[in-house]
């Protein structure tokens, strides 16, 4: 089986720059959690050390989006049942890593990546949070929504873990719906002229 460029050693995750890592896309050394930028860490999507659970930036915890280590859902007792049948968002999944192409990179990338001529590019690592936005403005609105429905949903949390403030997107809606029941108001009272 081939692998992708990994740049990490005895690694043999797809595009991973993580020591011994197994899990694709990590950057984490001896992780096996896909897109994990933790330690040792099998959760995909983490940023904490040895964390089993996704989208975690604890260490030691096998919760989900968990900034304590627990077994959870946004630091709250959360069963198996409740978190599998919740719909995860589509823009939860995104990578924490990028193949660049040896001719897409600037001279200062070329410069700190000098093997880029014998590799044809080099594994960029992202910053966890950019990414985690950047998925997050791309998303449908219907899709960003599904995150709400989360069990134990906690917005504060949400705003740490990923620096998203889904309260933002509900202002602008709150606004929105307040401006139209204001433009019914006056359709209706120009109707009535």
Same mark, same amino acid.
């Given at each position: 089986?081939?692998?992708?460029?990994?740049?990490?050693?005895? =690694?043999?995750? *797809?595009?991973?720059?993580?020591?011994?890592?197994?899990?694709?896309?990590? +950057?984490?050394?001896?992780?096996? /959690?896909?897109?994990? +930028?933790?330690?040792? =860490? +099998?959760?995909?999507? =983490?940023? /904490?050390?040895?964390?089993? /659970?996704?989208?975690?930036?604890? *260490?030691?915890?096998?919760? &989900?989006?968990?900034?304590?280590?627990?077994?959870?859902?946004?630091?709250?007792?959360? +069963?198996?049942?409740?978190?599998?049948?919740?719909?995860?968002?589509?823009?939860?999944?995104?990578? @924490?890593?990028?193949? @660049?192409?040896? &001719?897409?990179?600037?001279?200062?990338?070329?410069? *700190?990546?000098?093997? &880029?001529?014998?590799?044809?590019?080099?594994?960029?690592?992202?910053?966890?949070?950019?990414?985690?936005?950047? !998925?997050?403005?791309?998303?449908?609105?219907?899709?960003?929504?599904?995150?709400?429905?989360?069990?134990?949903?906690?917005?504060?949390?949400? $705003?740490?873990? =990923? /620096?998203?403030?889904?309260?933002?997107? !509900?202002?602008?809606?709150?606004?929105?719906?307040?401006?139209?029941?204001?433009?019914?108001?006056? $359709?209706?009272?120009?109707?009535? $002229?």
């Amino acid at each position: 089986m081939t692998h992708k460029t990994s740049t990490g050693n005895r =690694s043999t995750g *797809d595009y991973s720059t993580g020591d011994c890592s197994t899990g694709n896309r990590s +950057t984490g050394d001896c992780s096996t /959690g896909n897109r994990s +930028t933790g330690n040792r =860490s +099998t959760g995909d999507y =983490s940023t /904490g050390n040895r964390s089993t /659970g996704y989208w975690s930036i604890s *260490d030691n915890s096998s919760g &989900h989006f968990s900034t304590v280590s627990s077994m959870s859902s946004f630091d709250k007792q959360c +069963t198996k049942e409740e978190w599998d049948n919740f719909s995860k968002p589509s823009f939860l999944y995104f990578d @924490v890593t990028v193949w @660049v192409e040896s &001719h897409k990179l600037s001279d200062k990338e070329k410069e *700190d990546n000098e093997d &880029h001529g014998n590799t044809g590019g080099y594994v960029k690592i992202l910053d966890f949070k950019q990414a985690f936005q950047d !998925s997050y403005k791309n998303a449908t609105g219907e899709d960003r929504k599904k995150i709400l429905k989360a069990p134990n949903f906690d917005a504060d949390k949400f $705003l740490e873990i =990923s /620096g998203i403030d889904v309260r933002v997107d !509900s202002d602008l809606q709150d606004k929105k719906k307040a401006l139209i029941e204001k433009a019914n108001e006056l $359709l209706k009272q120009a109707e009535e $002229l």
